[in-house]
């Protein structure tokens, strides 16, 4: 079992950054594929960022590619999501999530990730 939390969301204007922190107890991250996804309100959960497990490769989805950062602190078990550069349209509830990695599931649909924190929110105002 991996326990989630993250933390660091708020209200920041249009141009501005926030660090987003995913907290995790229970197993070592560094055995999983991590992701960042984040759901807007009336729209379907969406994948922001991918910090795999193997090699640590980072990948991003292509509207947030060159603004959002995502990153693994291996000692304290913890994953960051620096967002620079941020448009209102970057609001949403953003979720990091977990999964055991494997070839025959994409790494960017949320159904493959078996575990869940609660959320935070972000809003950018224009």
């Known amino acids: 079992q991996v326990q989630l939390v993250e933390s660091g969301g708020g209200l920041v204007q249009a141009g501005g950054s926030l660090r987003l922190s995913c907290a995790a107890s229970?197993?070592?991250?560094?055995?999983?594929?991590m992701g960042w996804f984040r759901q807007a309100p009336g729209k379907e959960r969406e994948f922001v960022a991918l910090?795999?497990?193997?090699?640590?490769?980072?990948y991003y989805a292509d509207s947030v590619k060159g603004r959002f950062a995502i990153s693994r602190d291996n000692a304290k078990n913890t994953v960051y999501l620096q967002m620079n550069s941020l448009r209102p349209d970057d609001t949403a509830v953003y979720y990091c999530?977990?999964?055991?990695?494997?070839?025959?599931?994409?790494?960017?649909?949320?159904?493959?990730?078996?575990?869940w924190g609660q959320g935070t929110q972000v809003t950018v105002s224009s």
């Open positions: 229970g197993r070592t991250l560094s055995s999983y594929d």
């Open positions: 910090f795999s497990a193997s090699g640590g490769t980072t």
């Open positions: 999530a977990a999964r055991s990695p494997s070839p025959f599931t994409s790494s960017s649909s949320s159904y493959s990730y078996t575990y």
